[in-house]
């Protein structure tokens, strides 16, 4: 396109080096995967091309495929029923919990290089798998907003990033919705996998604090799903301020 027949216009120039700069990414990934060839984050073969596990390792991940609970994904021993014994008696802030897999084996392992070896690659691409789950599921397209579990400062501080804050980021972005900041830790809390069942429901109790929000349909996001009890307390405080539905997702079921 040009302007007078002769003289390109900004908008030609402006495409021309968007090509170029496409064309000199792909470039450096090429030249990049030559000289530092990547490797699985798993079994550490090396890969063909830029990427985070084998293809091997990848369609080894387990599954949670026997009969679950719908909302929180508990093992049903009679598959003819639909929710487990304490979700069928008992009311929850938290209509529903997604979960990639279990923690034991290749899930854990994966969460574990992104969180202690601070390996932001490896969330990025665990935040695309949630995503790919939400998206094959048609009744979960239907959020306001991606939010995460938060962190306190101290917290932050000493690993340097929130690792639910990652997730959540990704998952919004290939959603194609808005991440916000809904809740703040308001207390250091003792780390729930030092405490019993009953111990980690009073250890978060009033530790969450609300952040101003209108979104009445919210994903909420954490790396981990134990006993639920740290998803449990968020979802109750986004309930308390306005949200009529909140569905959790983790990558990995300990």
């Known amino acids: 396109m040009t302007t007078s027949g002769a003289t390109p216009t900004?908008?030609?120039?402006?495409?021309?080096?968007?090509r170029l700069f496409r064309m000199g990414r792909r470039l450096a990934s090429v030249l990049t995967a030559a000289l530092f060839p990547p490797r699985c984050a798993l079994c550490?073969?090396?890969?063909?091309?830029?990427?985070?596990?084998?293809?091997?390792c990848e369609a080894a991940l387990p599954s949670l495929a026997e009969?679950?609970?719908?909302?929180?994904?508990?093992?049903?021993?009679?598959?003819?029923?639909?929710?487990?014994?304490?979700?069928?008696?008992?009311?929850h802030a938290t209509d529903r919990i997604i979960v990639l897999g279990p923690y034991r084996g290749s899930w854990g392992a994966l969460v574990r290089i992104f969180k202690f070896e601070k390996e932001v690659a490896v969330g990025n691409w665990l935040g695309r798998q949630m995503a790919a789950t939400l998206m094959r599921q048609q009744e979960l397209h239907h959020f306001d907003a991606v939010t995460y579990v938060p962190m306190t400062r101290k917290d932050r501080r000493a690993?340097?990033?929130?690792?639910a804050e990652i997730l959540a980021r990704v998952i919004a972005r290939q959603l194609d919705l808005p991440l916000k900041?809904?809740?703040?830790?308001?207390?250091?809390?003792?780390?729930?996998?030092?405490?019993?069942?009953?111990?980690?429901?009073?250890?978060?109790?009033?530790?969450?604090?609300?952040?101003?929000?209108?979104?009445?349909?919210?994903?909420?996001?954490?790396?981990?799903?134990?006993?639920?009890?740290t998803i449990e307390e968020c979802a109750r405080t986004l309930k308390r301020g306005g949200a009529q539905t909140v569905v959790a997702a983790a990558i990995a079921r300990a």
Request: proline residues 3%; contains cysteine.
């Open 44 to 56: 550490s073969h090396e890969l063909s091309c830029m990427g985070i596990i084998c293809s091997c």
């Open 10 to 18: 900004n908008c030609y120039a402006w495409l021309c080096s968007c």
């Open 67 to 91: 009969s679950r609970c719908q909302r929180c994904g508990e093992p049903l021993d009679d598959p003819s029923i639909d929710l487990c014994l304490r979700c069928g008696v008992s009311v």
């Open 181 to 229: 900041r809904l809740l703040t830790k308001s207390r250091n809390t003792r780390l729930q996998s030092q405490l019993t069942a009953a111990q980690r429901k009073t250890n978060l109790q009033d530790a969450f604090r609300l952040l101003p929000f209108d979104c009445e349909r919210v994903l909420l996001v954490d790396d981990i799903f134990t006993t639920g009890s």
């Open 159 to 163: 690993r340097g990033f929130n690792q």
